[in-house]
């Protein structure tokens, strides 16, 4: 795959599992604690499975495409751009 569809697909991911994530909470407060837990698990394999079979596929020829996990070592300085939500 070439890196401009990859660069692509992996975003659009990103955005879906954003907007996915988005509706935990709102569900949370909406439905019984054991039904909510069901949902929450129903999300959890949803993001496993978009992670695994489409966002790790691109990032096999594109590694750089995901982000670095260690952002503890990160300076705390208002010169570094906050980083996009990777979930």
Avoid: C, W
């Avoid at 996915?20 to 439905?31: G, N, R, W, Y």
């Amino acid at each position: 795959m070439d890196r401009k569809m990859a660069e692509q697909i992996v975003a659009l991911i990103n955005g879906y599992i954003d907007q996915l994530i988005a509706t935990l909470e709102p569900v949370e407060h909406a439905v019984p604690p054991e039904e909510f837990a069901a949902y929450k698990r129903g999300i959890a394999k949803s993001i496993a499975t978009l992670d695994s079979e489409i966002i790790q596929r691109a990032a096999r020829e594109h590694p750089d495409l995901l982000p670095a996990d260690d952002d503890v070592d990160l300076p705390a300085s208002e010169d570094v751009p906050p980083r996009a939500s990777r979930n």
